[in-house]
């Protein structure tokens, strides 16, 4: 059983940076993609940033596109998005999941195909 837990999110004003943690537990995350996702008040959770098991590929949403950096350690069953140049857009619960065993890297933006994810951590950007 995989779980995650995120950590690293809080209050920053625009134009910082903060850096986000995903510790994962179980033996499938290094054969698993992962995946940055986000939900604001009254929107749907959506795409931020993925990344595949070997490290080879990245992907990121066209709004964090130069901004947001998404990097992993097999090693230590960590995931990590570093946020630059952060604006109060970015305002969000910010979470981490594990892709599905039976999804492939070309399904990566939809949330469906993620079976695990964390608790979520609040990021809040002021103007």
């Known amino acids: 059983q995989v779980q995650l837990v995120e950590s690293g999110g809080g209050l920053v004003q625009a134009g910082g940076s903060l850096r986000l943690s995903c510790a994962a537990s179980?033996?499938?995350?290094?054969?698993?993609?992962m995946g940055w996702f986000r939900q604001a008040p009254g929107k749907e959770r959506e795409f931020v940033a993925a990344i595949s098991w070997s490290i080879v590929s990245t992907d990121y949403a066209d709004s964090v596109k130069g901004r947001f950096t998404i990097s992993r350690d097999n090693a230590k069953k960590m995931v990590y998005l570093q946020m630059d140049s952060l604006k109060p857009e970015d305002t969000a619960v910010y979470y981490c999941?594990?892709?599905?065993?039976?999804?492939?890297?070309?399904?990566?933006?939809?949330?469906?195909?993620?079976?695990?994810w964390g608790q979520g951590t609040q990021v809040t950007v002021s103007s």
């Open positions: 179980g033996r499938t995350f290094r054969v698993s993609h």
């Open positions: 999941a594990l892709q599905s065993a039976q999804s492939s890297w070309s399904s990566r933006r939809a949330p469906t195909t993620y079976g695990n």
